[in-house]
């Protein structure tokens, strides 16, 4: 047996398959058979055959020239796979494109990660809620915080934001919260720069309209301080 020469076919023979096609095949709508297509697609187009034929690729599937055929086919509808026109030295011909299929790879791994994150988030504020409550919330405060971030769309930033004016104003509830938030969405405020100017806006109505009333009146509204200093 020649072993150098074996060795040498092993390396000559490797082709490169994206980590991404591994991991997330299954998330993007792809069973294994239409998977190991693909991935004998990029084999073919690694080695320079741009547009390899169904005998091609039947002889490396467990599949006959009229099945690989169909299965290209769907793929190609289904927006995994492309045929375009390339140009070489002004002659045209028909060659195979794994763009569409990268694509969905990346968009899926992207989504991943901000799911990830925006998980984190919310275990984040989840904590964040329970150090300041001094307490486990109730499922009803937790469904109300999920509610705030999942139909509502407020960012975490402006959920702690909230919270750090409830615990400075002594009004350390879900209801109070709420307003707040409330009345941010209702004016447009999206994030914690247009928090901290509408919360300036709002004192300084309320010190031109506590210089109007008599020295001994009490004013019936609190004085708020949205947001505090820093983060």
Known sequence: MDVKFLVKLIENSTVSVPSLLIEYYHKIGLDEQECMMLIQVHSFLAKGDDFPTFDDLAKRMSLDGTDCADLLRKLIQRGYLSIIQKNDQQLYAEAYSLDPLWEKLIRAAYRSETDMSVKDNENTLYTLFETEFGRPLSPIECETLAMWMDQDRHSPVLIKAALREAVVSGKLNFRYIDRILFDWKKNGIKTLEQAKAHGERIR?????????????????MPTYNWLGQGE
């Open 204 to 220: 300084s109505r309320q010190i031109r309209s506590s210089e109007k009333r008599e020295p001994d009146e009490t004013p019936k």
